[in-house]
């Protein structure tokens, strides 16, 4: 590597490719030695075989460290190197489960070996850089691990309390570094739930709204009038200000049902729509669970999962 533009490489590679916010250096540490060491490499090979990546300029130096460094560039073209500057973050992700801490390194390297044999390839035509609306590689990189890690437990019985099969959503929301790889995993969870609620199209509106109020997840007017466009003050406030809805025996639900039934044009009692609501919750868990190894989706933590998923598209403005 040319010395003048060693700062440059690391700069880039430090702020531009692998930013602290996306790549935490507590679960990255070497992220930027490792990359530096290949970039020097990968340019020794392309100017001895004259390639032609050679572009002057600072945004050409940009462009060409993201050639051969970027995440799609590692993930085509140097597997090895990918799963290198993951590995820490897959053997804290194991650490903090196993109950047999003598085993972690054994099964963080049978991890990598499933990966670079065949999960690799996989990755490469499932997942797309290019689609922003898609959870980041990070976290579905970990779904995948914590798939692999799955799968090695039961295949070599190891034991059955050595791994819980409930999603780990305790916590989310919190800064503390010990909930960032629970955050990492559940960001793909919630799109996965995001893409299943739209699925269901004419009914969505009235799932979101009953899901809410379920829950007690506060309700706006974009939610109430999206199923109820011609919603009268007073109903709306029904909505917004009653909470317990879903709650055995309680009075609540009287008086909601009547606004559902007046814009629907039935006649249901106050259990019919919890029926429907708890139908509707049991689909989504059968889904969540069939694109899952085993089905970590029970009815605590599909209820876990809704809550969380709520807050985090309040927090992204949704």
């Known amino acids: 590597m040319r010395m003048e533009n060693t700062y440059q490489v690391k700069n880039i590679i430090d702020k531009v490719l692998y930013p602290e916010k996306k790549f935490p250096r507590s679960l990255f540490p070497n992220l930027i030695t490792i990359l530096t060491a290949l970039y020097r490499d990968k340019e020794k090979i392309i100017s001895s075989e004259n390639i032609g990546l050679i572009i002057e300029g600072p945004e050409g130096i940009e462009e060409r460290v993201c050639k051969i460094v970027g995440l799609k560039a590692l993930l085509n073209n140097d597997p090895g190197t990918l799963v290198l500057i993951y590995r820490d973050l897959m053997y804290k992700y194991i650490f903090k489960r196993h109950t047999n801490k003598d085993e972690v390194e054994e099964i963080v390297q049978e991890i990598i070996t ?15 850089f290019d689609d922003p609306a898609l959870p980041t590689f990070t976290s579905y990189f970990l779904v995948t691990i914590r798939n692999i890690y ?20 305790e916590n989310y929301g919190d800064n503390k570094k010990s909930n960032m790889l629970n955050a990492l995993v559940l960001e793909e969870e919630f799109r996965k739930f995001d893409a299943l609620l739209k699925l269901y199209h004419e009914t969505g509106s009235k799932l979101n709204l009953t899901l809410k109020i379920k829950y007690n997840i506060p ?5 109430i009038l999206s199923y109820f466009p011609n919603c009268t003050s007073h109903e709306k406030k029904l909505f917004s200000r009653n909470k317990g809805y ?3 025996n309680t009075k609540s639900m009287e008086k909601i049902t009547p606004v559902f039934n007046k814009y629907e044009k039935k006649s249901n009692n106050p259990d019919t729509l919890r029926k429907w609501t708890s139908s509707k919750l049991e ?10 190894t085993g089905s970590p989706y029970n009815n605590s933590t599909i209820s ?3 809550i969380l998923y709520y807050k985090w598209k309040k927090k992204r403005g949704e």
């Open 246 to 248: 879903f709650t055995k």
């Open 114 to 128: 499933r990966l670079l044999k065949n999960k690799i390839k996989s990755i490469r035509k499932r997942f797309n």
């Open 150 to 169: 799955i799968d090695i437990i039961r295949k070599e019985s190891r034991g059955k309390n050595l791994v819980d099969n409930n999603m780990e959503i």
């Open 219 to 223: 309700i706006d007017d974009a939610d």
């Open 283 to 292: 689909e989504i868990k059968r889904q969540m669970n069939r694109i899952h």
């Open 304 to 306: 876990d999962l809704v």
